[in-house]
């Protein structure tokens, strides 16, 4: 088990070895040691990216919230503004990569196994595959999992959460630590809205008692509402 997240991943996924002796202080230690080495790795990414004028963007959310539906409905309109390329992480299967290289951009599976996110080391090893092209933009697919992956810095300039409203409008106080460490909130499927039950101002509410300065999007991967405006936000903060 994952010492930092709890998780059914080996330590060599985090390239640690499992203490088995239970005691709170070898715990802590071991999880600082690992939080360590991946903030290593993330911050040569981060020097990386830098050298190809590249914005990366980290997205995370819970299993089956419309991630990949949202990068390819974002890629096929809104792709001409800079040159892209996508890192998809899942524990099996090649399916998400495949539907964005359908689009006609880069993209590099990650399998996890039994992992329940991705670190730093992966992502710059799926890095060397890719040719960033300058003032582009790198989209990060992590697994889905509302847990494990706010605490794994991968090199990136934001966290965005995609929250659909399929969902509970209370995730942001059941999963306080990744809105926490997300720029924006994607509230996607919000062309179901008639449709479900979902308080969309509680839930912005939740998000926003987390982490006051998150920004939200109300958005839609099928109908493409409000991707102007996350297309915009996104060309602010891209280099060049």
């Known amino acids: 088990m994952c010492a930092v997240c709890g998780c059914g991943d080996t330590m060599e996924a985090h390239d640690h070895e499992h203490s088995h002796g239970g005691a709170e202080a070898r715990t802590i230690r071991i ?3 690992i939080l360590a080495k991946n903030a290593g ?24 919230s419309g991630k990949t539906a949202l990068l390819v409905r974002l890629i096929t309109e809104f792709g ?37 996110h991705l670190d ?5 090893h799926a890095m060397d595959q890719l040719a960033l092209g300058a003032n582009g933009l790198l989209c990060i697919e992590n697994v889905g999992n509302l847990v494990c992956p706010a605490a794994f810095d ?4 934001h966290k965005v959460v995609v929250l659909s409203v399929t969902e509970g409008e209370d995730k942001p ?24 039950e979902f308080d969309v101002q509680a839930c912005m509410a939740a998000a926003r008692r987390v982490n006051p300065a998150i920004e ?10 409000g991707l102007v405006a996350f297309a915009d936000w996104i060309t602010a903060r891209a280099p060049g």
């Open 154 to 157: 991968l090199g990136e300039a």
């Open 41 to 64: 790795y993330a911050a040569a990414n981060r020097a990386r990216l830098r050298q190809s004028n590249t914005l990366a963007l980290n997205f995370v959310s819970s299993p089956g």
């Open 120 to 124: 730093a080391h992966m992502v710059g």
């Open 80 to 116: 001409a503004r800079w040159p892209i390329a996508v890192i998809e992480g899942d524990q099996q299967t090649s399916r998400d990569a495949e539907r964005i290289r359908a689009t006609g951009v880069q993209a590099i599976q990650i399998n996890t196994g039994r992992g329940c």
């Open 216 to 225: 939200i999007m109300p958005v839609s991967a099928r109908s493409g509402e």
């Open 173 to 196: 106080l059941k999963y306080p630590d990744m809105f926490a460490a997300s720029d924006v909130m994607l509230l996607n499927k919000a062309d179901l809205l008639p449709y479900v």
């Open 31 to 33: 999880e600082r040691d």
